[in-house]
């Protein structure tokens, strides 16, 4: 089991094949209707798991590339004003996850001293009727309630230790049953946890687009997941009230300019007012997903074993590129280069002297083609 620049790049590339997939099957509600939440939840967790375990196993097949792979390495080595491609390109890689990641903390430490520095609510209808969700998931987990003009919609943070920030808006106590119940279903789940791994995946792999496509699937799925379990329990009737809450929070959050400077952090929100297919997505969940049909388990397995099928035959290979196996002439002498025989020396001026049979041969300065990738160098 070796970690090589090739499984990086295959790595990297079926991930962006399963984020495709992600995005064409989530948004699908019949989809959703008849397979249910899991197998969705299986392929970001596939997809997540080959971009962070990007192994290549001795019983990999190589797949090579004769022509795309071969012009983008040339390009990445190529040298510009003395310095490689790829050095400029991992410059600029660091920078900009050193920036994004330090955004993310910035955004958790608002969130932090936004908690510390306002009291926790008095407002004993609030309170009650946490006490109450607490008592029904039977959980004496201490929830800490906030509330701020400086928060537009309803959200949850804390790994840990909970808290759920309230916007100083009038809700009914139907709305603010169904808000609390939202937030607090999200900390049963975990939600938060999920969150925080994928903002730091769309922190360092900030230049790629799919992660970030990534990002969106993963909190669609995460509310999806959300709302599944609260109507879980609830009649048509209730339900209606259900989104009338979430209608209410969009309504007021659409006129206060706070959302947009708050909305991205690391938390759990209610609703993201910005995503309206999103939203319409979620209402028609809510609406049409009958619970009290029994899924067709056997359909939802076949998918699930597929998907892990899938993941597991994706170790099998390994994309490199393909370039003419170079045949070294000296006088009428002809080498042919293999690691037995054949090694390398690293000079001074980080290029490398060519040995075949302890004898030198020639120097090189790209190691990173094949033969001489696979030469030891001593």
């Not at 006490?131 to 701020?148: H, P, R, Y």
């Not at 809450?245 to 708050?262: F, M, Q, W």
Request: hydrophobic letters at 45%; charged letters at 15%; one cysteine or more.
């Amino acid at each position: 089991m070796t970690i090589t620049i090739f499984s990086f790049v295959t790595s990297l590339l079926l991930f962006n094949i399963y984020i495709f997939l992600i995005a064409v099957i989530r948004p699908r509600n019949i989809f959703l209707f008849r397979f249910g939440i899991i197998p969705i939840i299986l392929l970001i967790a596939a997809c997540i798991f080959r971009l962070v375990f990007f192994v290549e196993l001795p019983s990999s097949t190589v797949l090579q590339s004769e022509v795309i792979y071969p012009v983008i390495l040339n390009f990445f080595t190529a040298k510009v004003f003395k310095v490689h491609v790829y050095e400029l390109v991992i410059a600029v890689w660091v920078i900009g996850s050193i920036y994004y990641i330090q955004k993310y903390i910035r955004q958790l430490v608002f969130l932090n001293k936004l908690a510390n520095s306002v009291r926790e609510t008095q407002d004993m209808r609030i309170i009650s009727c946490m006490d109450k969700l607490l008592a029904e998931s039977g959980k004496n987990t201490k929830v800490k309630i906030v509330q701020s003009h400086e928060i537009s919609i309803p959200m949850i943070t804390g790994f840990l230790k909970p808290v759920i920030y309230l916007p100083y808006t009038d809700f009914s106590d139907g709305d603010l049953r169904n808000i609390l119940m939202h937030e607090w279903t999200h900390f049963l789940y975990k939600d938060a946890w999920a969150k925080l791994f994928i903002s730091l995946i769309s922190s360092v792999f900030w230049w790629n687009p799919f992660v970030h496509i990534l990002k969106n699937e993963l909190n669609q799925t995460l509310e999806l997941r959300c709302d599944l379990s609260i109507i879980s329990q609830m009649d048509n009737e209730n339900r209606l009230i259900y989104l009338e809450s979430i209608v209410k929070i969009i309504k007021d959050a659409n006129n206060n300019k706070l959302y947009k400077s708050h909305s991205s952090m690391g938390s759990t929100a209610l609703v993201a007012i910005n995503k309206d297919e999103n939203i319409l997505q979620r209402f028609n969940f809510v609406l049409n997903y009958d619970t009290s049909k029994n899924r067709n388990m056997f359909s939802s397995a076949i998918v699930c074993i597929f998907i892990l099928l899938s993941f597991i035959a994706s170790y099998g290979f390994v994309v490199q590129p393909l370039y003419p196996n170079p045949v070294i002439t000296e006088h009428e002498d002809v080498f042919m280069l293999n690691p037995e025989s054949s090694y390398l020396v690293l000079n001074e001026d980080g290029t490398y002297s060519l040995y075949f049979n302890d004898k030198y041969i020639c120097f090189i300065e790209n190691r990173s083609i094949e033969p001489f990738s696979l030469l030891p160098i001593k």
